[in-house]
């Protein structure tokens, strides 16, 4: 960063807060020292703070040793095994169980951890029509009671939708269910219930119910996968940002991970499939929070700068002599 040896103290942090803002634009991480962590909560977003928050924590070792843990990762894939099984025999709930652990497998960059026969048995059955549709027979029944105002079914219709986006397998279906789809996906009453929920575990979660507050997230996880926060109204919107800016929330779901991620190494498949699903659903929050985060700094850093420059005083004209 050039310097200037006689500039004064506001010139100065003018200027570093123009080339904060121009390296901001060039890079997803702006090239300048970090500040104090008392100066971090004053020039940053809570949203930027508190994706830091959850960086600190699914990046962690332990986090790190949990996740990449080739026992879990099996264990966990054997759950999606007897869902798939299951879910082909023709029970929807199955079907839709083993979407929902195969995407979160993806999502957490852990297939690298099976065998490959393992890899391609998993691959197998995302390709099977007859798993698909069944899974979403389940989307459609969730969907049907959701509308008629059942918060839970309403957020598990999210769940198992986001589940089809994210194993890019919608092409299994036939062109009227893809139509289908879409248009449940947008329609407001099915999304608002599907929000209720959320607001009910993400309460309960706040005050200290590690499942309850795992269930938010992964709830408000399906919202931001499926793109259909604008169907909400601008305050539920803002109080869905109230909730995932509260650090209290995330620590405990994170809780909830770590003690089913432990759960799940000893053999248990279920705890280990939702140590996956919250993990994946940590994950999403944050770079949601991360891009809403860096908006908000980029303008406000903009907006700095422009004040400071205002208070620089113009350069006399040069005399000729």
Do not use: C
Request: hydrophobic share 35%; no cysteine.
């Amino acid at each position: 960063m050039r310097q200037t040896p006689d500039i004064n103290p506001n010139i100065r942090k003018a200027q570093q807060d123009v080339d904060r803002f121009e390296a901001s634009k060039k890079s997803l991480v702006p090239e300048f020292e970090l500040p104090k962590d008392e100066e971090r909560e004053k020039r940053y977003s809570e949203e930027t703070l508190i994706a830091d928050f959850i960086t600190e924590r699914i990046e962690s070792k332990e986090a790190r040793e949990l996740i990449n843990d080739p026992i879990l990762i099996k264990t966990a894939y054997q759950d999606f095994l007897s869902d798939a099984k299951k879910g082909k025999e023709g029970n929807t709930r199955n079907a839709a169980w083993a979407l929902l652990t195969s995407s979160a497998l993806l999502a957490t960059n852990t297939l690298r951890l099976l065998a490959p026969e393992e890899e391609k048995e998993l691959q197998t059955h995302l390709n099977d029509p007859i798993l698909i549709k069944t899974a979403y027979k389940d989307f459609l029944s969730n969907v049907k009671r959701g509308k008629e105002g059942n918060t839970g079914y309403a957020a598990w219709a999210l769940h198992t939708s986001s589940a089809l986006l994210a194993t890019n397998i919608l092409r299994l279906l036939a062109p009227e269910e893809e139509k289908e789809f879409q248009a449940y996906l947008n329609d407001p009453i099915l999304i608002k219930t599907a929000y209720k929920d959320f607001l009910s575990y993400a309460m309960q979660g706040k005050e200290g119910d590690t499942t309850y507050a795992a269930r938010a997230l992964q709830t408000s996880s399906a919202l931001l996968a499926t793109n259909t926060l604008h169907l909400l109204a601008p305050e539920e919107e803002k109080e869905f940002q109230r909730y995932l800016n509260d650090p209290i929330l995330i620590k405990t779901a994170y809780q909830d991970f770590l003690s089913d991620a432990k759960q799940g190494k000893e053999g248990n498949t279920t705890n280990a499939a939702w140590a996956l699903l919250t993990s994946s659903a940590l994950t999403t929050v944050r770079n949601y929070l991360r891009e809403k985060g860096k908006k908000i700094d980029d303008t406000n850093a903009a907006n700095e700068a422009l004040k400071f420059k205002k208070t620089i005083p113009p350069r006399p004209e040069t005399r000729a002599f």
